[in-house]
């Protein structure tokens, strides 16, 4: 069965400090990555996504991803968090002949002012 | 502009009750999406329609689980004779176009419990 995974289920770090958050998937084949966030009372909402190209992949507010084919990972990073960046965090993944998206079971992360 | 609604935002029904989620995509968004999220985990993908045809059904729990988007536009997530297992944030998605690439924009979830 196909699959994601978080390594992390939830995260707390200060202001300024550095951010990565692991995602895993076991897909075989061509895959199609996604980040998505959801900060406290709002809907999820895109971050990032990966489909051909430049494996490092810029996203809003700060945010990029690598994708690494051969450790099928796709990490999330950001140099220095901000309070603002409280949210949780979920990786998501189809394969390049579908359309739905298969979801981790998302990483809370807790920025401490 | 408007984003994917959908409603209510909150229903409590009794075990054994029916009952109906709305979902209201962004307007001329051809891709719809239905996914389950339960306490703690990710979404988990249930139902997909392209335009009024629903083209996967693959992630539909049972049978008492059936969805339906007659016109292409709205569409309805209905429940029958609800159990406790059913409690989740039921989240709706849309995409303007028929990419696997394409993002899909979520609405805010209905949150069901189960009593």
């Known amino acids: 069965a196909q699959s994601v995974s978080q390594h992390n289920h939830h995260v707390i770090l200060s202001e300024a400090a550095s951010l990565e958050l692991g995602c895993n998937y076991s897909y075989g084949g061509t895959v199609n990555l996604f980040w998505y966030v959801q900060y406290p009372g709002q809907h999820l909402q895109l971050l990032l996504k990966?489909?051909?190209?430049?494996?490092l992949v810029k996203g809003i507010k700060g945010f990029e991803a690598e994708f690494i084919k051969s450790k099928f990972s796709f990490n999330l990073r950001k140099p220095s968090v901000q309070w603002s960046d409280t949210a949780e965090y979920f990786c998501a993944v189809n394969h390049s002949n579908d359309y739905k998206l298969s979801f981790g079971a998302g990483t809370t992360v807790t920025v401490r002012a | 502009g408007a984003g994917v609604s959908q409603s209510p935002r909150y229903k409590v029904a009794k075990r054994g009750q029916d009952v109906a989620l709305r979902c209201d995509p962004i307007?001329?968004?051809?891709?719809l999406f239905w996914y389950q999220q339960a306490l703690g985990q990710g979404p988990e993908f249930l139902t997909y329609f392209q335009n009024e045809a629903q083209l996967d059904k693959s992630g539909l729990p049972s049978d008492r689980f059936f969805a339906e988007r007659p016109e292409g536009s709205v569409s309805t997530l209905k429940i029958q004779r609800t159990q406790q297992e059913d409690s989740a944030v039921y989240l709706c998605a849309s995409t303007y176009i028929r990419s696997r690439t394409d993002t899909q924009y979520f609405g805010p979830g209905t949150r069901l419990t189960v009593l």
């Open positions: 307007s001329g968004h051809v891709s």
């Open positions: 990966y489909f051909s190209g430049d494996p």
